[in-house]
């Protein structure tokens, strides 16, 4: 399982979880990106799905597949929303994932708590979504560390609102957070239709393929 986390909310966590999970069913897979942030879950609302059931159910026995939504808005890719779970995701539900057949993309909460650990103890790999702006990457390098502590393997990091190629931000951003996978720039409107957006996120997948992930 891939984490998708970060240090503050709005850096973008979401979008990268759907926006990765829609480059990796350009390329032929079938993708399942999970709601980790039972407390605040916003995932149903950006994939377009209905939010229950969800998490809630499979974390109660319910199989996978029966929660699971396709969302009509990224193409190919299956969502688990929170349903009836609310607080940290359940380890019950984390455990049922983990066996999954699919690609499952965690989108965690933000931050260094409990709630943000509790899916990284589970993931196999992490990235990290910052913007660019100061504070954000010293909150996402704090997330980082937190996972590096949990036995987490941080993967590298995304950089939001940002023109500039990975290339360019090398030596940027703290060294938790290196290297930079990718880096999407602000786009208005809908970054996960939007062509620019979607060949940010192409380079993602293809980055953490380079990584064997």
Do not use: F
């Not at 909310?9 to 990796?24: D, E, F, I, S």
């Not at 350009?26 to 994939?47: F, I, Q, W, Y």
């Not at 941080?154 to 957070?177: I, N, Q, R, Y």
């Not at 970054?191 to 380079?203: E, I, N, W």
């Amino acid at each position: 399982m891939l984490a998708i986390a970060g240090g503050k909310g709005g850096c973008g966590k979401t979008t990268t979880a759907l926006g990765l999970a829609g480059a990796l069913a350009r390329d032929g897979e079938c993708p399942l990106v999970v709601e980790a942030d039972c407390d605040m879950p916003n995932l149903h609302t950006m994939a377009e799905t209905d939010r229950s059931p969800g998490v809630g159910a499979v974390a109660d026995g319910d199989s996978i597949a029966v929660a699971t939504h396709r969302s009509p808005v990224v193409p190919g890719v299956d969502v688990l929303p929170a349903g009836g779970a609310s607080g940290p995701i359940r380890g019950t539900a984390l455990r049922r994932l983990a066996r999954a057949r699919q690609r499952v993309i965690l989108d965690c909460p933000a931050g260094a708590t409990d709630w943000a650990a509790a899916p990284l103890r589970h993931a196999d790999g992490v990235v990290v979504v910052s913007t660019g702006e100061r504070a954000s990457l010293a909150d996402a390098a704090k997330t980082a560390r937190m996972a590096e502590t949990l036995d987490a393997r941080v993967l590298g990091s995304v950089l939001t609102c940002v023109d500039d190629p990975p290339s360019a931000m090398t030596g940027a951003v703290a060294p938790e957070l290196e290297p930079v996978l990718a880096t999407v720039p602000e786009i208005s409107g809908d970054v996960l239709s939007d062509r620019v957006g979607r060949t940010s996120y192409d380079r993602l997948a293809a980055a953490l393929a380079r990584r064997n992930v």
